[in-house]
């Protein structure tokens, strides 16, 4: 199994180093089959959360309190199981977790068409298939998205992360808008034998891959599952640029979270645009996610991955404030649909370099725990969000929650000025890759750990 290859020469070398080629996805077979599985596992499932929600409304004439918590079994596991399944992603071989989660995942999505089918099928039904599909999600996560740096070389980590997200973006705009026409045609419960087939595509994708750029690492005591979560999170305490960047996350994801909590029911109840301008508006979100994702690589090569950082953070509240501004009418609808998709452009390109940053910047051993600390934190943090818009909007009122939701998103952008991720003009793996203290810190917290 080969090993990572060495750091790029400094500037007496360059001469031999520019007649090697410069490597590329183009032909990376062992990427294109797991991005492949990825866009297609995703897909179904995006036609299940158009389905699930379908079948308990109009099936089971479920109540209001019964759609929540069918929505909640679904997220609780990406809170409980983060950081065990990040060490569980450390622990085993990525690639058999993948395969094993997608397998587990057909069978437990194919079991509500055959209740259906047998006239058993209920409300708690529903909501042991939406845990369970849950818990595989986070672990089957925990793997798949460490394991692209063991699939490509370091220098196509950044582009890989890139390519992964775009696809996610198309795949999840088609599998909503493919699994609303499904559902229309076939009926939610048989919609959910689509999602079934794409999980079993997916386990045979990660089957195929090859992970030639995993370490192997000696055989050795293994220590519990708390001392390895505490490894993980002491890492990324420890690190001065992976710190911030997970701090930086998780307060984003609160500030959104209280926006997001109100966002579709401002825009249906106090706007009245009905379905149609909310399907605009999404509509909007998936296409600017791709452009997001398309360009991230290019403007990390232009301007540096602490810049794009900043404007992306910082654009993402500003193309926000329409809604606080906004009125009924079309010309406030279009407004609103441009603002949507500039705002997923900018999200999603700071999102895409933070990950291959972070990527970048972990030992290979730490790559599963400290992706599952960050979305540890992510989605404690989205939790605290929907409690927080509720208990403003009962105050003050939803536009008041909408408001303190947008001036929130202005923290992340301190955060990240006042650390050593701003003076990023290049992904680590040069020797100016990284500020002279921020260096000397990171080597010694990798020492530390290792």
Known sequence: MSTPPPRPAHAGALGAATSAPAPSLRHHRSFQTYWLGEATALAGSSVSAVALPVIAAMELNATPSQVSMLASAVMAPGFLLALPAGVAGDRCSKKRLMVGTDLAAAAAIA?????????????????????????????????????????????????????????????????TYGGTAAVSLLGAARCLLLDSASYLISAWCASRISTAHADRHPARPRPGVITLIREGMAHVLRDPLQRPL????????????????????????????????????????????????????????????????????????????????????????????????????????????????????CPRHLQSRVQQTSVWLVAGARLLATVAAGAVAAVVGVWAALLTGMVLLLGPVALLWVSPVRQLKVMPGTATALPDPASRSLEEGRDRVH
């Open 246 to 361: 997970v701090l930086t996350m998780a307060y984003h994801a609160f500030a959104e979270g209280i926006v997001v909590t109100y966002f579709a029911y401002y825009l249906l109840t106090e706007l009245h645009y009905g379905n149609t301008g909310l399907g605009l508006v999404l509509g909007a979100v998936g296409a600017g996610s791709l452009a997001g994702a398309l360009v991230a690589g290019r403007l990390v090569d232009r301007i540096g991955p602490g810049a794009v950082l900043l404007l992306g953070f910082a654009a993402y509240p500003i193309c926000g404030t329409p809604i606080l501004l906004a009125r009924s009418g079309h010309g406030w609808l279009i407004a609103l649909v441009t603002a949507a998709a500039l705002q997923a452009v900018a999200v999603t390109a700071a999102a895409s370099t933070q990950r291959s940053l972070r990527q970048q910047l």
């Open 111 to 175: 079991v509500v068409p055959a209740c259906w089918a047998a006239g058993t099928l209920s409300m708690p039904v529903l909501y042991c298939v939406a845990l369970l599909l849950g818990a595989l999600t986070v672990l089957h996560q925990a793997a798949a998205i460490a394991i692209v740096p063991e699939l490509v070389e370091p220098d196509l980590v950044p582009e890989a992360n890139a390519r992964v997200m775009a696809a996610f973006a198309v795949a999840g705009s088609a599998g």
